[in-house]
């Protein structure tokens, strides 16, 4: 299994423009989340999806959208990238009801610049 | 409301020393769960361990110790015998069961074990 996998690893944006950081797990979960993290700071919870076709607010949800159409993917979308964006942002899978595992599996990142 | 407190900002010892990462959390759920995350300077984010709030025994894994007190709402880490590849960022977060198994962070503790 590769896990959680996210790309781009890397990406630079200008003011203004879009993106799409995508996300896929191949471990059947369910429940999926996107967090981003600030330079010296923990992870904060932008959206969360319980499975396909429901997604929710987390705690930084603004200038941010998700979609979940399959139970694999779920991507996060920036419209209209500000600098406050600069960060590096985290997708992570969970299965709660998999014999209790409550962890998450983080995928590698990517980190995102907004100039 | 969910809260994790990592009092520690940064820690730095010496090789061979022993090392305790404090923390504490708030929660009202009776249910719920703790864990602790590595990030090594590579930036990816490793699962450590999972405790639940109806187990409070403590537990040993190789060099590392968890140590969970509800009295006290903490649940500390503690390397043994720290070695310069135990350098990271360690998070500790809180999960609850009633919410959608999203987690709550803490803002890391930075430790440098230095040769």
């Known amino acids: 299994n590769a896990g959680v996998t996210q790309t781009p690893k890397f990406r630079i944006l200008k003011i203004g423009q879009s993106m799409t950081l995508q996300c896929t797990q191949d471990?059947?979960?369910?429940?999926m989340y996107w967090y981003r993290q600030d330079p010296g700071m923990g992870l904060k919870l932008i959206y969360y999806s319980v499975g396909a076709g429901i997604t929710d607010k987390g705690e930084v949800p603004n200038g941010y959208n998700v979609s979940r159409s399959t139970t694999e993917d779920f991507p996060l979308r920036l419209e209209l990238a500000a600098p406050s964006q600069t960060s590096v942002y985290f997708c992570?899978?969970?299965?709660?009801?998999?014999?209790?595992?409550?962890?998450?599996?983080f995928g590698p990142g990517t980190r995102l610049t907004v100039t | 409301a969910q809260k994790v407190t990592q009092a520690q900002t940064e820690i730095s010892v010496v090789e061979k020393e022993d090392v305790t990462l404090d923390c504490v959390y708030e929660t009202r759920d009776t249910t719920y769960y703790l864990f602790w995350y590595k990030q090594p300077p590579s930036g990816e984010l490793v699962f450590l361990i999972r405790?639940?709030?109806?187990?409070?025994q403590n537990e040993i894994s190789g060099r590392y110790s968890w140590n969970f007190q509800k009295s006290t709402s903490s649940f500390n880490f503690t390397i043994t015998a720290s070695q310069v590849v135990d350098s990271a960022v360690y998070f500790c977060a809180l999960s609850e069961a009633g919410g959608n198994n999203d987690m709550r962070f803490g803002a890391g503790t930075r430790l440098t074990v230095k040769p």
């Open positions: 405790r639940n709030s109806f187990d409070e």
């Open positions: 992570a899978s969970s299965d709660p009801w998999d014999r209790g595992r409550y962890e998450q599996y």
């Open positions: 471990m059947n979960h369910n429940y």
